[in-house]
């Protein structure tokens, strides 16, 4: 996490900078030389707390179908499901028991603590009602360092999910937090070792693990003593866990805030949240190592394998607004610009063995996208940051060409965001993204599509005229008289709650599927109006 000096002397700084309301982006038109790779079409995916799966997505007797609607949702729009990480802190406590009944069988004690998991066979039922072709990453136990259970849980997995459905295997979910702390070289002997050897039992004919799964932030800067030490994708490598061959990519979690304890729990609010300047500057803190794993692994290699905006299950007010749509918005597509091939938003419940100090207990996370059960937390329902996805699935469509840049605020030669002190005007309110197709006959003279971002804070309970900027975006169209398409993101106010009042081009999705008729406006004039917390996708 970013140090509590550093976030309260960013809060003062930008709280005396003026918003915009014209912003021209400034050519050339042509794919810029930081611009991403391919993306992944599942970029936008999803890593469901193990102990939580059956709750979000039924049972083959009783399946989730509001769950399984927004998943088909996504898939619709890109032709690739998003995929799934069957994983968590409750990984590294769940077991395999062939004789068992029922799909899932979690022990809680009296006090409403969850000490461990066990699945059976029907438990892949229960996975088997994901949209067809939903590829699996799996979490397997490192923490009781029981290979045993660990090679029955693979075994398990690879003949319980159907042919070609698994992507990977996880070992351990963030074991540099463990409290018999690995250092890189302990967790490279035995991850590799099993690694290896699950490989040989279950004849695998190619690297299917995913290593690292650490979620301590990169110290900055990143030649600080000791950085080099901590354990992560990077010196894990280094350390020898692919000598092997098994390391098929790799994983590193990531909570910019958190509601862990009282001092972070103060920090975690929505100004805050919804901030380009803040949560580009903590992307960043990834850069080196992702740079690293792409060489090391190939270009698709890296994986933000869980995220969310405040660990410890969110924060109600700030995780489950408009918000965090705005927030989840721009940091896939910043994440997307710095060669993070896929996003595993993280979703579950409050666990009360996290923290002591915690703010949540029990029922589900705020930060989830969806309630798929009712709970103490609320009611079956959809919130604000599920249109998201949306507008991340309809942006990548279906072509495997598409590259992304970061327009505005843009980057310095080092490759880090652009910041409010280096020329960033809006204090981190405006952002600009640009989407480049190889397929498409223009190539990289032209863009083919722009999400337009525009963070500052409005709210519902906000009177007078909500703000606005005009982006200009001349400098990128390549026939001036084309009419441009354009679909919005949008809310009455960043503090709203309710899916039935944020819509994607028009629609509501509180029920699954989409409510009220599709809206799309067409203009010839490359002046984009865009309200206080709105987003828009415009296709050229």
């Known amino acids: 996490m970013l140090a509590l000096s550093w976030l309260y002397a960013l809060s003062v700084h930008l709280s005396f900078a003026v918003a915009l309301s014209f912003l021209k982006l400034e050519g050339p038109p042509s794919l810029p030389h930081d611009a991403s790779h391919p993306l992944n ?49 409750t990984a590294d406590s769940t077991y395999w028991n062939a004789s068992q009944t029922v799909a899932l069988s979690n022990f809680i004690d009296s006090t409403g603590a969850l000490h461990n998991t066990t699945i059976g066979p029907q438990f892949w039922k229960s996975v088997g009602l994901l949209p067809q072709g939903t590829r699996i990453i799996m979490t397997l136990d490192l923490h009781d360092l029981n290979y045993a259970d660990a090679l029955a849980m693979a075994k398990a997995t690879s003949e319980g999910l159907q042919s070609g459905q698994l992507f990977a295997f996880e070992i351990g979910n963030e074991p540099d937090q463990y ?27 190619s690297p299917e693990f995913q290593v690292g799964a650490t979620v301590i932030d990169p110290l900055w800067p990143y030649d600080t003593p000791g950085a080099s ?30 509601v862990c ?43 933000i394998g869980e995220y969310n905006s405040v660990s410890c299950s969110g924060k109600d007010g700030v995780s489950n607004t408009f918000g965090q749509a705005l927030w989840l918005l721009d940091t896939t597509l910043y994440a997307a610009s710095l060669n993070v091939s896929r996003m595993y938003m993280h979703q579950g419940g409050p666990l009360a063995l996290q923290s ?47 590259r992304i840049a970061n327009l505005y605020p843009g ?7 652009i910041t409010t002190a280096l020329g960033d005007k809006s204090a981190g ?23 337009l971002l ?54 509501s999705y509180s029920t699954g599927v989409a409510a009220g008729s599709l809206k799309e406006e067409k203009q010839v004039s490359s002046i984009i109006k865009v309200e206080a917390s709105e987003a828009a996708l415009v296709v050229l």
């Open 429 to 451: 309110q405006l952002v600009a993204y640009g989407f480049w197709d190889d397929s498409q006959p223009s190539s990289r003279a032209f863009p083919t599509k722009f999400a």
């Open 41 to 89: 079409l599942a970029l936008a995916s999803f890593s469901i707390e193990t102990a939580f799966f059956e709750e979000f997505f039924g049972n083959a007797s009783a399946p989730n179908k509001l769950s399984l609607n927004l998943l088909e949702n996504l898939k619709a729009r890109t032709g690739v499901p998003a995929e799934i990480r069957i994983g968590g802190i």
């Open 179 to 205: 409290q018999a702390a690995f250092n890189p070289q302990s967790y490279a002997s035995t991850w590799g070792t099993w690694a290896k050897n699950i490989s040989s039992a279950l004849h695998l004919k």
């Open 356 to 402: 002591s100090t915690q703010l949540n207990h029990g029922g589900l996370s705020f930060y989830d996208m969806w309630y798929p059960v009712q709970n103490q937390n609320g009611p079956v329902q959809v919130f604000p940051s599920y249109a998201t996805y949306l507008f991340i699935t309809e942006a990548l469509g279906r072509s495997t060409s598409t």
């Open 229 to 258: 030490s901590a354990l992560d994708c990077v010196s894990a490598l280094e350390a020898g866990a692919n000598s092997d061959h098994v390391v098929k990519s790799c994983s590193e979690h990531t909570y910019q805030y958190s």
């Open 261 to 303: 304890d009282p001092a972070r729990t103060a920090v975690a609010t929505l100004p805050n949240l919804v901030n380009h300047t803040r949560l580009a500057e903590y992307l960043d803190l990834w850069q080196p190592r992702i740079k690293t794993v792409r060489q090391l692994l190939g270009d698709d290699a890296f994986v």
């Open 454 to 507: 525009n963070l500052q804070i409005f709210n519902q309970t906000q009177s007078g005229p909500r703000p606005l900027v005009q982006f200009d975006i001349s400098a990128f169209r390549q026939d001036l008289r084309r009419p441009i398409t354009i679909r919005r993101l949008q809310a009455p106010g960043a503090d709203v709650k309710l899916a039935n009042l944020t819509t994607w081009a028009g629609q």
């Open 411 to 417: 980057r310095q030669s080092n490759g880090s965001t």
